[in-house]
């Protein structure tokens, strides 16, 4: 997000990305009369996936902790919409991005429920392992 907070654990409703909002809800994009396309959780997903491997953000990994661990998204499915919208997003790499996030541990960014140091080493492990496998 361009003003720097991470939209992680904000739950329904919409939050403020740039100059567009964004639906922090599952399903398809919404035209708002006023605000317009509002995006959906599996495309900020992919989104966030291209951007965990080009600049490793903290609010990056938490996001992505948040949207599979906590809110149950698919990794396979927004790496999919990922390496059709960037070139160069593939297991392997994301993988090797979740790795490293993983051994700086628990991103300092404000969390609305902050997950205990545990639960998010397993669900990163979990996601590194969804991808190359255990």
Same mark, same amino acid.
């Given at each position: 997000?361009?003003?720097?907070?991470?939209?992680? !654990?904000?739950? #329904?409703? $919409?939050?403020?990305? !740039?100059?567009?909002?964004? +639906?922090?809800?599952?399903?398809?994009?919404?035209?708002?009369?006023?605000?317009?396309? +509002? @995006? $959906? %959780?599996?495309?900020?997903? #992919?989104? %966030?996936?291209?951007?965990?491997?080009?600049? =490793?953000?903290?609010?990056?990994?938490? @996001?992505? &902790?948040?949207?599979?661990?906590?809110?149950? *998204? @698919? +990794?396979?499915?927004?790496? @999919?919409?990922?390496?059709? %919208?960037? #070139?160069?997003?593939?297991?392997?790499?994301?993988?090797?991005?979740?790795?490293?996030?993983?051994? *700086?541990?628990?991103?300092?960014?404000?969390? =609305?429920?902050?997950?205990?140091? $545990?639960? &998010?080493?397993?669900?990163? =492990? #979990? *996601?590194?392992? $969804? +991808?190359? !496998?255990?």
């Amino acid at each position: 997000m361009a003003s720097g907070v991470s939209i992680a !654990g904000l739950g #329904a409703g $919409t939050a403020r990305r !740039g100059h567009s909002w964004v +639906l922090l809800e599952r399903g398809h994009r919404l035209e708002h009369p006023r605000l317009g396309l +509002l @995006d $959906t %959780k599996e495309n900020i997903l #992919a989104n %966030k996936l291209s951007a965990l491997v080009d600049r =490793q953000e903290p609010r990056d990994l938490a @996001d992505i &902790f948040w949207l599979c661990c906590r809110d149950g *998204l @698919d +990794l396979g499915a927004a790496l @999919d919409n990922a390496a059709g %919208k960037a #070139a160069g997003i593939f297991p392997p790499l994301v993988a090797r991005a979740l790795a490293e996030g993983l051994r *700086l541990g628990l991103p300092n960014v404000a969390w =609305q429920e902050p997950p205990d140091e $545990t639960e &998010f080493r397993g669900g990163i =492990q #979990a *996601l590194i392992n $969804t +991808l190359v !496998g255990p």
